[in-house]
Structure formats: C-alpha cells, structure tokens
C-alpha cells in the first residue's frame, strides 16, 4: 500500500505542470539585441516630453538606491575583481574597475549634481525674423538614443545613465566582460528607481550579456541607435570602425602633454606635474609626457625628480633628461606617445616651444595639453596653435573633467571634431531642430 507521503511525491513527479516545463533557450544574439534596442527606441519617444520635475526627481531616486545598495554594489563588484586577477601589467584596469564605498559614494553625488544642472531642452537661444516676416529660430531637442560601449570603470554606467536621461534620450548601455557583474547590477538599480519615479522601462537598457559577437551586431542597429560613443582601448576602436553603421563619438586614448616653458614659476610646474602624473595616473587625462625648455631643465628636472621619486613615478627620458637624472631609464623608441596608465612618465628636454607644439602635434591624441608659462604672449599662442579638445594654462591635465569643467557628471572626452569636443556633459548629447512661426507666408 502506497503512503499518503508517496503518493504526493508520485503525483508531483507526474503533474503536467512539472512534466511539460521545459528551459527556455536563450534568445538569439540578433533577437537579444533587437529586443533591447527598440524597447530603448519606444522609451525615447516618451523620454523625450518628459518634464524637468520628473526627470530630477527620477535622478534623485537613482543617486539615493545606489547609496541604499552599496553592499550589493560591492559584493557584485568583488566578483569582477576576483575573476579579473592581480596581474601587474592589469594594474591601471585593475584600479579602474574597483569599486569602493567613496566611488559609490562619488557616483550618487555626480548623480545629483546632473539633477541640479539646468535642464538643456527648450533652449532657443535666439529667434529671428525673416523679410517676409516669419521668425526662424533653433530650439534644443535629444538626439534620440545613445549607444555607449565602454571598458572597465562601472563609474561610467551611472554618469552615462544620468546623463542620458537628464538630456532626454534613451541609452543602451554596453559595459566590457570584466564589469559585467558589478555593471548589471549597477544598471539594475538605477534601472529600478528610475521606473519607479516615472522613467519609461527601457529609457536604461543594458546589454547584460558578455558575448564578444554581439557588439558587431549592436554597431549596426542604426534604425533605432542614433549615435555611438565608445571608451575604451585600440582593439575597442578597431572594432567600432569596422563594424558601425552608425555615426560615432570617439573618446580615444589620453596621450597628454604638459609642455614647462623656460619662464615657467617652477615651484607651480613641480606641483602640477606631479599631480598630473601621480593623483590617478590610471585615468585617461593623466600626464604621459613632459616636455621642459632646456634653459630650466638643469634646475628643474633633479628637483621635480625627486617628488616623483616620493611618489613612485618611473622616469623613462631622452638623452639629455638621463644625463640630468641618473635615476632616469633611457626612452624606447615608443615611449613618446604611448599612454602608460601607470606610474610611468617620458620626458624630453626640448630646445624650444617650437619644438614643444612639434611634438605635441606629432606624438599626442588630440586629448589634453598644458603650457606651464609666465609668459603671455607664449600663453596665448599655445592656446591658439595647438590641437586638442581641451588645451590649459598652468593647471593640471587632470583637470579636464566634465565635472571640473562644471558640467555635471561627464559621459567622457571626445576626440572627435564633430558637434562635441572635450568634456561631453548635457548640451553635448543634444542636437538642435528648426522651429518657424508664420502668419499665413508661402513661398513666391
């Protein structure tokens, strides 16, 4: 005789619920990432009319949960750096992708910092008024939605979510391998509190999948994705310029300069470019190469050489900088215009400024440059002949930050020469629509 315990256990087994269900297979990498655009897509339209109230209190929300799951945050986060390794030529990633409480912290705040900006859309600058009498103005919409494909920093998925949704548009967001549980679960939270505050599902979509195939296939997406930015490395770079079918946004390497004149105030000069190199050299605002006029570089570089010493800093030189500094390690040929992203720096002692912009122009990425400099009209000329997205004066390349720039949390520094260059902040993710008020005019 059977037990009534048995014929439980013989009636589960057999119960059609548990015999028909079946796991459901993965969606195909296309299906994936076609479902996930147009929901993004849908998201846009609504985003877009959404007020500035609702928008700010939808940033409020995120800044706080990212603050209420700081515990899940890291513990999501500790998986990537585990699985990552302490490899020491990862170091620069390494420090990249970690998470702690003051980086959760310092996101939250950049959160609220968007919430506080002015709201860009609506902006009409000015209107003018035609012969015919019809006024003719420019008024700032969204682009639409914003792809943005990136390694390494989580930082990034919630300045670019706040950023995105601040300025109206919808984002899909790509995160690198190594951040996929710290990014998920980042995505996730602001995702949560956003809806929750109004936000259309979908406004913030993230592709939760590692699979290397399905970036070729996330390039490609140009009816629903308006525009692509990605951070990241060479072989990221490549890929982008192979695969996209959409225009795009570059945020290329940091090869930067700092360029100390022979008129420099060389106690300042020593202060910046050791904090230049040596506050976040993992970052890609930090100084790569210095460059020094020859007629300080005999006083200059041992005393500079010293605080970099303190601080860690390896100095790899031309031959007149190792002959000054016996601590110097002589340059290999491409140590002038690689971006190190450690706790390395070439130097180079040059004849004059002349010399300086050569090599600036010839070794640099268009990223960042700085002149240490007294001198005016030397100043000036700097700022007016060389090429890069932000170009300083005695300040530190690490300045150049949206952040620090005053834009609120950045979604990264262009390279490009297209309609935003430097620091992309709100008005960077906007684009522009004519609007015409008649009064009954046609076209003679």
């Known amino acids: ?26 969606l195909s990498i296309p299906d994936y990432v076609h479902e996930l655009v147009t929901r993004a897509r849908q998201a846009a339209g609504r985003l877009a009319t959404l007020s500035t109230v609702v928008k700010n209190n939808a940033l409020i929300a995120m800044a706080d949960a990212l603050d209420e799951k700081q515990t899940l945050l890291i513990e999501a986060n500790e998986k990537d750096v585990d699985a990552f390794g302490t490899d020491p030529d990862k170091a620069a990633m390494a420090d990249r992708l970690r998470l702690t409480e003051q980086r959760i912290a310092d996101m939250s705040a950049g959160i609220r910092e968007v919430a506080k900006l002015p709201d860009p859309l609506g902006d009409m600058p000015k209107m003018w008024t035609r012969p015919n009498g019809m006024q003719v103005g420019r008024v700032r919409v969204p682009i639409g939605v914003i792809g943005i494909i990136y390694e390494s920093r989580p930082n990034v998925t919630a300045d670019s979510a706040a950023l995105c949704l601040k300025s109206g548009n919808a984002c899909v967001l790509r995160g690198g391998s190594e951040a996929i549980h710290s990014n998920t ?14 936000i259309p599902p979908g406004a913030i979509s993230f592709v939760d999948r590692p699979d290397r195939e399905l970036v070729p296939v996330l390039l490609k997406q140009d009816r629903y994705i308006d525009v692509i930015i990605p951070r990241g490395g060479p072989s990221l770079m490549k ?34 470019c050791v904090n230049a190199k040596a506050q976040r ?28 010493q303190a601080a860690n800093v390896e100095v790899r030189g031309c031959s007149r900088t190792c002959q000054l500094l016996p601590d110097a390690k002589p340059a290999a040929d491409d140590d002038f215009g690689k971006e ?28 960042t440059e700085a002149i240490i400099t007294t001198n005016y009209q ?21 300045l150049n930050d949206g952040y620090q720039f005053g834009l609120g949390a950045e979604i990264g520094i262009s390279t490009s020469r297209i309609h935003a260059r430097g620091p992309m902040g709100l008005e960077e993710l906007t684009c522009s629509k004519f609007i015409v008020l008649g009064s009954g005019q046609i076209r003679e």
């Open 1 to 26: 005789m059977i037990s009534d315990e048995e014929q439980q256990e013989l009636a589960a087994v057999e119960s059609p619920e548990t015999k028909d269900v079946q796991e459901v297979p993965p």
């Open 340 to 367: 190190f992203l450690e706790l390395v720096l070439a130097v180079r002692v040059v004849k004059n400024m002349d010399e300086a912009m050569e090599h600036i122009a010839k070794y640099g990425s268009q990223h």
């Open 185 to 198: 679960a980042i995505a996730a939270v602001l995702a949560e509190a956003a809806e929750k505050a109004g």
């Open 378 to 398: 030397r100043a000036m000329r700097f700022l007016r002949e060389v090429d890069a997205g932000a170009v300083l004066v005695n300040a530190s390349t690490r």
């Open 281 to 308: 050299p993992s970052t890609c605002n930090a100084m790569e190469t210095l460059l020094v006029h020859q007629t300080i570089a005999r006083t200059f570089l041992p005393r500079l050489m010293e605080k970099l």
């Open 239 to 272: 890929t982008i310029a192979e695969n996209a079918t959409i225009p795009v946004v570059k945020h290329d390497a940091g090869i930067c300069h700092i360029y100390v004149d022979a008129d420099a105030d060389q106690a300042m000069a020593e202060a910046i």
